[in-house]
């Protein structure tokens, strides 16, 4: 499919992650993405209810395209569930982490973002019992994996992360709060701040960074925002409208001008 919508910065391609052809391998120095969890979520194009095992198959094939993508040196930060609860528990983290090594991927570290919110539990099993009592944590992973090298050769050699942020983000538990849903327009959009830090501390300004459920288009406008190149792959036409209407609508701000464009 041609691009959905370009500037100098970023593409959009509203096509599927299996199918696309658009990208070409060895090309990518950072994947940041969010994959479909599997729970029923209500997106317009994607069913989020399969069986587990052919959901793992959709996760592998999904993957490896993305290893192909990638330079021997880059990386893929991938924010992923611990567990699953809803219609069975499952170890995801720990299921995709194991994929993602038997595909190829090095594997450098799991962060924990603590998203400081458990308003949102209702299942509780066996209420003030030991019968079968359900233990949910209230986070999620970013599991950071590499192709080959996990020392950064290619690129600018330019990184904008200041100093407090480096020991901030190396320390291996985010907490900052989700995204609402309603405020962006789609059903499970991540905060502009996993983007953000995973680009600032994992990229060089220039780099090209890839979304391969791009979504509301938080990644791209995150690249925006910090002199990177983005490409995001959106199999649903009105997300990739609604990525393009936030990419101009951060465009349109003169300060956001200067910095993309100086």
Not at 100 to 126: D, L, V
Not at 167 to 185: P, Q, V
């Amino acid at each position: 499919m041609p691009i959905y919508y370009e500037n100098e910065k970023v593409k959009l391609y509203n096509d599927d992650v299996l199918k696309i052809s658009k990208v070409e391998d060895s090309s990518i120095d950072l994947i940041v993405t969010s994959p479909p969890y599997n729970v029923d979520m209500q997106y317009n194009s994607h069913d989020d209810k399969t069986p587990y095992e052919d959901y793992l198959e959709f996760s592998k094939a999904w993957l490896t395209r993305c290893f192909d993508w990638l330079k021997s040196d880059g990386r893929l930060c991938l924010n992923v569930p611990l567990d699953k609860n809803k219609g069975g528990q499952q170890s995801v983290g720990a299921d995709f982490t194991t994929l993602a090594k038997e595909i190829g991927y090095q594997y450098h570290s799991t962060i924990i973002w603590n998203e400081g919110n458990i308003s949102r539990r209702t299942a509780w099993g066996s209420w003030l019992s030991a019968s079968a009592p359900f233990v949910i944590a209230p986070v999620e992973l970013i599991v950071v994996l590499y192709k080959k090298d996990w020392k950064k050769t290619s690129g600018s050699k330019t990184s904008d992360t200041t100093r407090d942020e480096f020991m901030k983000w190396t320390n291996g538990l985010w907490t900052f709060n989700g995204e609402s849903a309603k405020r962006i327009g789609h059903p499970a959009p991540f905060p502009l701040e996993l983007p953000y830090r995973c680009i600032k501390l994992f990229s060089y300004v220039g780099d090209t960074v890839l979304d391969p459920f791009s979504g509301s288009g938080t990644t791209l406008v995150t690249c925006l925002n910090t002199n990177r190149r983005g490409i995001g792959i959106e199999l649903d036409k009105d997300y990739s409208e609604l990525s393009t209407k936030r990419i101009k609508s951060i465009l349109a701000q003169p300060t956001l001008l200067e910095a993309v464009n100086g």
